[in-house]
């Protein structure tokens, strides 16, 4: 079963931006950085799609 979030439906602070921003550019993948910021994928994916960042795939 998924993990469970605890952080249900919180707003994105500018940290968190920034972080998610960071990972993406490393080339994280989206299971990597959704454990790294607690967060669930769907979550990830919606604010990547608003900053237009590219989410690399697991290869």
Do not use: C, N, P, V
Not at 10 to 19: G, L, M, N, R, V
Request: charged share 35%; proline share 0%.
């Amino acid at each position: 079963m998924a993990e469970k979030f605890e952080r249900h439906r919180q707003a994105w602070t500018s940290a968190e931006i920034q972080k998610l921003h960071l990972l993406a550019t490393k080339g994280m993948s989206l299971k990597a950085i959704s454990k790294a910021m607690t967060r669930s994928e769907e979550s990830i994916q919606t604010r990547a799609k608003i900053d237009k960042l590219k989410i690399s795939r697991m290869r």
